[in-house]
């Protein structure tokens, strides 16, 4: 009913920035707060930041709080992070998410009900 493609990611050096784009179709209607999450090589799924699709408030992981931002385009149905000053341990696969029953954005992973497939981000010494 909702489709989540994320893309966007890729390699860079440590210091560089990165724009990832978060594509909504089937019913974008019914969704408003949308989340990116983060899994890193043997850790489990972390909330990075979260914007609202309608008022573009937005909440951030205390991780990445002054170097990623979020927003969107709802003419294009699309959600993006920006990510300036990558480090090494941003290093992850990149997850955006999509909730059909709020409006502000939530960090906790189960309030999300869509998923998209993740793109890499690999961040380089």
């Known amino acids: 009913q909702v489709q989540l493609v994320e893309s966007g990611g890729g390699l860079v050096q440590a210091g560089g920035s990165l724009r990832l784009s978060c594509a909504i179709s089937g019913r974008t209607f019914s969704v408003n707060a949308m989340g990116w999450f983060r899994q890193a090589p043997g850790k489990e799924r972390e909330f990075v930041p979260g914007?609202?699709?309608?008022?573009?408030?937005?909440i951030y992981a205390d991780s990445v709080k002054g170097r990623f931002d979020s927003s969107r385009d709802n003419t294009k149905n699309t959600v993006y992070l920006q990510m300036n000053g990558l480090k090494p341990e941003d290093t992850a696969v990149y997850y955006c998410a999509a909730d059909r029953d709020r409006s502000y954005p939530s960090s906790v992973r189960s309030d999300y009900d869509y998923w998209g497939q993740g793109t890499q981000v690999t961040v380089s010494s």
């Open positions: 914007i609202s699709r309608s008022s573009g408030n937005q």
